[in-house]
Structures are given as C-alpha cells and as structure tokens.
C-alpha cells in the first residue's frame, strides 16, 4: 500500500498560518476517522499532536488543528513560531489492518 | 516519569537475525498496546508492528510479515521486535511507541529514542 501524500515542504512566515494536507483513500483517511498527526525534530523522536482525526493530547498547543474532508486530512498551525519548523507526519488506519504514514512534509518557518 | 527505551539495535548481515528490545516504565504497561515504527536514514516514517496489551493480538505491515516477530513479557514490562531474514532495507532507527487507545490507529503518545539496525555485509 502507497504511502499517504503530503507536500513535500510548506513554508511561512512568524505569526502566520499554514495548511498541510495528507491524501488517502476511501480505504483509510476517508474510511475512518483515525487519522493522527506527528511532529519530528531534527534528530528526534516524533511527538504525537493529533490523534482520532481531531483530538489534541494534554500539553499540545491549541495552535493546531485539524479537519477532514472525503479522503483528505489537513492541519492547520496557526501563530506560526520558530520552533514549529520540523517535519510532520500524517497517519491512518487501513482496511486491512494495518497503519499507514504520510510520507512527511518539512515546514520551514522563514 | 512516563518513557519506553528501545536497545538491541547494530550491524548484522543481510540474512541474519537480530532482536529488539523496549523497557517500559511509568504506566500500566498490560494495559497498553505497543507499536513499532522505523525510519530508514533520510526518509519517512512506516509503522512496523503492533501488539495489544494481553499480547493476545498482533498485527504487520506487508514488508515484514513472516520475518519480523513482536512480543512482549508484562511481568517484565517488556516489548520485543524479533527480526529475522534482514534485508538492506530493513536498515532504519527502530522506535517503540505507547499507543494507550487500543493500538498505533489512535495515536502513539510516547516514543523512545530508537535503535539503530544496519544491515550490510
């Protein structure tokens, strides 16, 4: 199975707001809402930040959110800050039973 | 303080085998499924394995069914990855993961530093 598609890098400016979307189909992003979304530092372990498509874990900023639509996920980060730039992942649960990642979009804060 | 801290991981020959392990603290270790995910050098993330708390349900990807083995000792909260058949591009950082909500679908909430599997001659 393909990896989901996310752009390959997004870019923006301090204080302003940027999209990544993350692509399935009806067999995963668009078949359940079991999308999850991943931050990964250079040289670091990936932290998650959404989880069951919209759900933010204690301690993540409400700078991030999500939405869904058909069988495209996106997250929105609002307020950009220096310290979001990182890479972000997108997951989803497939129909056969297994998990699938994005393939990872770098977000570079200029 | 909740963490999980994978070791096992070094340089082993294409067709050899070489087992993982992940030591869990700070949580109910049998209440928790568990993931593996790796992440070969430059590339992207690509879940790998999970096993429910009990142990009782597992579940792998596509590129290592019937080589790739998971488990786990709960009376040593423990979770292990055996590796066998490696090939070039099982190279990677191997992570363990805490998925508290049932399994990798919902979300890993803690992750280890990962291990790092070489696999050449």
């Known amino acids: 199975q393909s990896a989901l598609t996310q752009p390959a890098s997004v870019s923006g400016s301090p204080g302003q707001s940027i999209t990544i979307s993350c692509t399935g189909t009806?067999?995963?992003?668009?078949?359940?809402?079991?999308v999850s979304w991943y931050q990964q530092h250079p040289g670091k372990a990936p932290k998650l930040i959404i989880y069951d498509v919209s759900n933010r874990p204690s301690g993540v900023s409400n700078r991030f959110s999500v939405s869904k639509s058909g069988n495209t996920a996106s997250l929105t980060i609002s307020g950009l800050q220096p310290e979001d730039e990182a890479d972000y992942y997108c997951?989803?649960?497939?129909?056969?039973?297994?998990?699938?990642f994005g393939g990872g979009t770098k977000l570079t804060v200029l | 303080e909740v963490q999980v801290l994978e070791s096992g991981g070094g340089l082993v020959q294409p067709g050899g085998s070489l087992r993982l392990s992940c030591a869990a603290s700070g949580f109910t270790f049998s209440s928790s499924a568990m993931t593996w995910v790796r992440q070969a050098p430059g590339k992207g993330l690509e879940w790998v394995s999970d096993i429910s708390g009990s142990g009782g349900s597992t579940y792998y990807a596509d590129s290592v069914k019937g080589r790739f083995t998971i488990s786990r000792d709960n009376s040593k909260n423990t979770l292990y990855l055996q590796m066998n058949s490696l090939r070039a591009e099982d190279t990677a950082i191997y992570y363990c993961a805490k998925s508290p909500r049932g399994g990798a679908a919902h979300g890993m909430d803690v992750w280890g530093q990962g291990t790092t599997v070489t696999v050449s001659s």
């Open positions: 009806s067999s995963d992003v668009g078949g359940y809402n079991f």
């Open positions: 997951s989803s649960y497939t129909s056969s039973n297994t998990v699938i």
